[in-house]
C-alpha cells in the first residue's frame, strides 16, 4: 500500500516543464521527489560530478588510516593515540560538514 496516496495537479506550459525538467535532472531525482521537496521547503542542490565523490571517498580512506594508527598508538603512546583519534575526528567533521554543503537540500523557510 501507498503511503502517499493523495495526488495533487498542476497545470504548466510546455516551456514551464522544460525549465523544471532541466533543473530535475540536475539533481538526480524523480520529478515527485523534487517536486515534494520544493513543497515542502527545501531546494534540492544539484548532483555533484563524480570527481566529488572520488574526493570524498579518499576523505574517508584517510580518515580510516588515521583511526587504525590511533588505535595501533593506543599501545605504544596514549598521548600520540589521543592526538591521532582527534586528527580521525575532525576529518570525520570534514566530511559532514561537506555532505551538509554539497549533497544535503537548502532549507527555504
Known amino acids: ?40 521547503g527545501s531546494a534540492p542542490r544539484e548532483k555533484p560530478d563524480e570527481r566529488f565523490y572520488s574526493v570524498m571517498q579518499e576523505l574517508s580512506d584517510i580518515a580510516n588510516n588515521v583511526s587504525r594508527l590511533a588505535r595501533k598508538a593506543t599501545a605504544l603512546s596514549p598521548a600520540d593515540a589521543r592526538m591521532l583519534q582527534g586528527e580521525a575526528e575532525k576529518w570525520g567533521r570534514l566530511q559532514l560538514e561537506i555532505r551538509r554543503e554539497f549533497l544535503l537540500p537548502e532549507r527555504l523557510v
Open 1 to 40: 500500500m501507498r503511503k502517499r496516496d493523495i495526488r495533487v495537479w498542476a497545470r504548466l506550459t510546455e516551456g514551464e516543464l522544460d525549465v523544471i525538467m532541466r533543473r530535475i535532472r540536475k539533481t538526480g531525482l524523480s520529478r515527485e521527489s523534487y517536486i515534494r521537496s520544493l513543497l515542502l
